[in-house]
């Protein structure tokens, strides 16, 4: 088995699917990388070579060579036409989002896994990709906004008199809200925080933030995965109102709602901006999917009202050394579980197998992308 890594070609992704450290984890597999695909997360090529893998200089070589393909980005229908038919991709996907380049895997024979669809359950725990850059996300929003606000954070007791705290408001307690409350309280904030799933109450409290309890209750707020789920409209527009409240008293926001496969719903309104603190900012992790501000500009840095708004996308790619080490681990651990003696065993009976397999054999394995496709995409011989 020949394993590639191919350099990304994302705007702004400096990360890497494989690290140099981990070469040496496929003692009966040969390891290809693509020059300078390391380099934007500070691994040089020589770092590789010193591993026992082998450069090539163009992606069409590594393509054409390689039967299993290790990504961070989804790919581009340009490199879904150059991979080698029949082989193996393992990256993040969002297949509902890439309706198109699903189609093309299908028709391409790829063996496709998504490393944002890994089932959370605990023997994937070392594979959860989406948690573990989740955590380098909500790390980077709690600086970037402690950069952006002129203000202190901590309280300060000076004979010149006192500084008051900093206010966080944290909308959203997946693991993205969770490490930016920790980081917040770390750097002497005050912190509030709110989910629509009530049960995250302990674990908010449990890292110093106070739990915002809104009187307006959610249906069935949380999938079987522990994710958040869609509610109505009407639900929407009552929470904004009452989380306009807090933002309104807040010195910084930072939101990380996020509905799998769907536009993120907007929590902080155009009024709400409206009534934020001179200075004040917004950090809005959910820009990717629209963005839960409702003036968020995707990609951007812009002040609205006197309020800054970072709708900047990527965060973990801003921290590309870790990240890719992280990353690293959540992919190799999944590789070698499905390798087997250095053969290629995917298990359709195991969930941690099944749950991830978008495409095979020319047909659209997972259910809601092959529903919203109207059926399974098939290739005729």
Known sequence: MIIGVPKETADRERRVSLVPDA???????????????????????????????????????????????????PPSINEVEILKENSVLISFLYPLSNLEMVRHLATRKITSFAMDLIPRISRAQSMDALSSQATIAGYKAVLLAADSLPKLFPMLMTAA???????????????????AIAVAHRLGAVVEAYDVRPVVKEQIESLGAKFVQLPVTAQDAQTSGGYAKAQSEDFYRKQQDLLAEHANSSDVVITTALVPGQKAPILVSEEAVKGMRPSSVIVDLAAEQGGNCALTEP????????????????????????ASQLYTRNVVTFLLEILKDGKLDVNLNDELIRGPLVT??????????????????????
């Open 23 to 73: 070469v040496s984890k496929f003692t009966q597999s040969m390891v290809i990388i693509e020059t300078g695909a390391g380099e934007g997360a500070d691994y040089p090529d020589s770092a590789y070579s010193a591993k026992g893998a082998e450069v090539v200089s163009d992606p069409e070589t590594l393509y054409s060579r390689s039967d299993i393909v290790l990504k961070v980005q």
């Open 161 to 179: 008199g006192t500084i008051s705290p900093a206010r966080v408001f944290v909308i959203g307690a997946g693991v993205a809200g969770l490490q």
């Open 299 to 322: 990609g951007k840095t812009v002040i609205k009202y006197g309020v800054t708004i970072h709708g900047l996308v990527n965060l973990p790619s801003m921290m590309a050394p870790q």
């Open 360 to 381: 095979q054999d020319g047909a659209v394995m997972h259910d809601q992308t092959k529903r919203t496709l109207e059926g399974p995409v098939s290739v005729k011989s």
